[in-house]
């Protein structure tokens, strides 16, 4: 599906968090986050062999038969924290996203250990583990950038209190003219930690409208973006960012992203700290289950579904 007004590479910020403590880092990921809703990061703490192996087991489980994937379906799976889906089905002649998934919600190693597919298990759950000391110095720094100085363990469940990885597999297609790998659409989340293959794919709508930036794939980098979640409670100040990911006729390709959200039975709403101040909220407060509910009734309407929890 055409694209209009591809901008050329390189306009996503790309942060080194190396010294993320650091106050001029700390802007650089407040201000990305306010002005583009995505950014690049560097020289973090999760190790580029992570990174690798979670590759090669999402490579591994797609290349298993339909009949042990299938096993994963709706139709089948023992739970709902484990899923396989398809865009491909034999009832749809037309596919609008040429993706297959295996989505894996994270209640505790228990679970993981009796239920996720051991040919991935232990590689999401080292990424995830890995991942989380990360998502934390984010946090921390958006947090203080609202002013929020104490992230404290009520405040870390409302930001962080489920995840859910998602291992992608986007198959080449032969007409990637007529389709996309995923449509537009912004998060659910707090924040999303995506790691991209070497092909990439992914485009961000930027702050001209109808323009689309390509964030290249460097190695040993992860994607970050803001979610809707973090919109509300940031009262706006993060914005939640339309993005889509393009289809490839020359090449399999995969993506493994990172949803850090709220639990479903969180009211979300701007932050007390921020209304306290005099800041006028623009948001209302919402169950956070029916905000999601309310996504996936529209999920490739772009950024409408944000007008649910406006006031």
Same mark, same amino acid.
């Given at each position: 599906?055409?694209?209009?007004?591809? #901008?050329?590479?390189?306009?996503?910020?790309?942060?080194?968090?190396?010294?993320?403590?650091?106050?001029?880092?700390?802007?650089?990921?407040?201000?990305?986050?306010?002005?583009?809703?995505?950014?690049?990061?560097?020289?973090?703490?999760?190790?580029?062999? #992570?990174?690798?192996?979670?590759?090669?087991?999402?490579?591994?489980?797609?290349?298993?038969?339909?009949? #042990?994937?299938?096993?994963?379906?709706?139709?089948?799976?023992?739970?709902?924290?484990?899923?396989?889906?398809?865009?491909?089905?034999?009832?749809?002649?037309?596919?609008?996203?040429?993706?297959?998934?295996?989505?894996?919600?994270?209640?505790?190693?228990?679970?993981?250990?009796? /239920?996720?597919?051991?040919?991935?298990?232990?590689?999401?759950?080292?990424?995830?583990?890995?991942?989380?000391?990360?998502?934390?110095?984010?946090?921390?720094?958006?947090?203080?950038?609202?002013?929020?100085?104490? #992230?404290?363990?009520?405040?870390?469940?409302?930001?962080?209190?489920?995840?859910?990885?998602? /291992?992608?597999?986007?198959?080449?297609?032969?007409?990637?003219?007529?389709?996309?790998?995923?449509?537009?659409?912004?998060?659910?989340s707090t924040l999303t930690i995506l790691l991209q293959d070497e092909i990439g794919g992914l485009f961000v709508r930027g702050n001209e409208g109808d323009d689309w930036i390509h964030v290249p794939p460097i190695k040993g980098s992860l994607v970050i973006n803001v979610?809707?979640?973090?919109?509300?409670?940031?009262?706006?100040?993060?914005?939640?960012?339309?993005?889509?990911?393009?289809?490839?006729?020359?090449?399999?390709?995969?993506?493994?992203?990172?949803?850090?959200?709220?639990?479903?039975?969180?009211?979300?709403?701007? /932050?007390?700290?921020?209304?306290?101040?005099?800041?006028?909220?623009?948001?209302?407060?919402?169950?956070?289950?029916?905000?999601?509910?309310?996504?996936?009734?529209?999920?490739?309407?772009?950024?409408?579904?944000?007008?649910?929890?406006? /006031?």
């Open positions: 599906m055409c694209m209009t007004n591809i #901008v050329p590479q390189g306009s996503i910020p790309i942060i080194d968090m190396s010294n993320w403590e650091d106050l001029k880092v700390a802007k650089s990921i407040c201000d990305a986050a306010s002005e583009w809703g995505f950014f690049q990061i560097v020289n973090h703490d999760v190790p580029v062999e #992570v990174l690798e192996n979670i590759k090669d087991a999402t490579y591994n489980f797609f290349r298993f038969p339909a009949e #042990v994937k299938n096993k994963y379906s709706k139709e089948h799976s023992s739970s709902n924290n484990v899923r396989f889906g398809t865009s491909f089905t034999p009832q749809a002649e037309k596919a609008l996203e040429w993706k297959d998934y295996l989505s894996l919600f994270y209640v505790s190693e228990e679970e993981a250990s009796a /239920l996720w597919p051991s040919v991935c298990r232990e590689q999401v759950l080292d990424y995830m583990k890995k991942s989380e000391v990360v998502i934390k110095q984010l946090l921390q720094v958006l947090m203080k950038g609202l002013n929020v100085n104490e #992230v404290d363990e009520a405040k870390e469940s409302l930001l962080m209190g489920s995840m859910r990885t998602n /291992l992608n597999y986007y198959p080449k297609c032969p007409n990637p003219e007529l389709t996309v790998g995923v449509g537009r659409h912004s998060d659910v979610g809707d979640a973090l919109q509300i409670m940031s009262n706006g100040r993060y914005r939640s960012v339309e993005h889509r990911v393009v289809a490839n006729g020359s090449k399999n390709r995969i993506s493994v992203p990172i949803f850090v959200n709220p639990r479903p039975v969180d009211m979300i709403e701007p /932050l007390p700290e921020l209304v306290a101040n005099g800041e006028k909220p623009i948001y209302k407060q919402v169950l956070y289950s029916d905000y999601v509910k309310h996504f996936f009734r529209k999920a490739h309407d772009g950024k409408k579904t944000i007008e649910f929890a406006e /006031l």
